[in-house]
């Protein structure tokens, strides 16, 4: 049995890689279950078009071929698909012991009561645009540049992540939310993040009987 996993698609951004997104179903392997770790679409409540509209069709009809998890985020917690198909919609999930899968945002104190944090960089990052004509991206990644501030983030997660397998048994953990990829083992207890397909790189997880591995798709 192979599962493969991926994270925050954010259909519906302008920064999402909708296409490569379509490309990435159609070359699944036939026998793999597709689990989505949050944050699928970027607005709960707006209605997507165009490609991110074909993605999501896509993925819907996905489901009907193999099995197809939802893993909800911050991003899609409130998202209700009027025809889900026949994907299968959950808060966490796990794989035996050996992996536990949350989007993360539950591991995230910085965040939620330090909206600042968000704010204070879009508004940096349009300053950017309107001032030097800097090309658009997606928040996260422009929040990048600035790692020290930025790994607060991602060590937050990291550390409550951690903790939260340990407590629980699980061997590994892998979240989304912070779109930064990560592969590290810390404390005998393996993280994984998945990034985001709003910039590169484009990182899924193929889970194995014997091996959880970490892969990067190649931009075509
Ligand atoms: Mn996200």
């Not at 919609?89 to 899968?101: E, N, P, Q, T, V």
């Not at 020290?148 to 951690?162: N, P, Q, S």
Request: net charge neutral; glycine share 6%.
């Amino acid at each position: 049995m192979i599962s493969i996993l991926v994270s925050d698609i954010h259909l519906g951004s302008p920064h999402s890689n909708a296409e490569e997104f379509i490309k990435f179903l159609n070359e699944l392997p036939a026998e793999a279950g597709l689990i989505i770790n949050g944050d699928v679409v970027d607005h709960w409540h707006r209605d997507l078009e165009g490609i991110s509209l074909q993605a999501l069709e896509r993925l819907k009809a996905e489901s009907y071929k193999r099995k197809v998890i939802w893993v909800r985020g911050n991003h899609d917690s409130k998202y209700k698909l009027e025809d889900p198909a026949k994907i299968e919609f959950a808060d966490s999930y796990h794989i035996g012991k050996r992996l536990y899968i949350a989007h993360g945002h539950n591991f995230d104190n910085v965040m939620p009561p330090h909206k600042g944090f968000i704010i204070f960089f879009k508004m940096l990052h349009n300053l950017r645009i309107k001032l030097f004509g800097a090309e658009s991206v997606h928040v996260a990644h422009y929040a990048k540049k600035y790692p020290r501030l930025y790994a607060v983030l991602t060590r937050h997660v990291i550390k409550k992540a951690i903790r939260y397998a340990k407590q629980n048994g699980y061997d590994a953990i892998t979240c989304g939310h912070t779109h930064f990829v990560e592969d590290k083992t810390i404390d005998g207890i393996r993280y994984i993040n998945t990034g985001a397909w709003t910039e590169p790189p484009i990182c899924y997880i193929q889970v194995t009987d014997t091996k959880i591995e970490l892969v990067e798709v190649k931009e075509t």
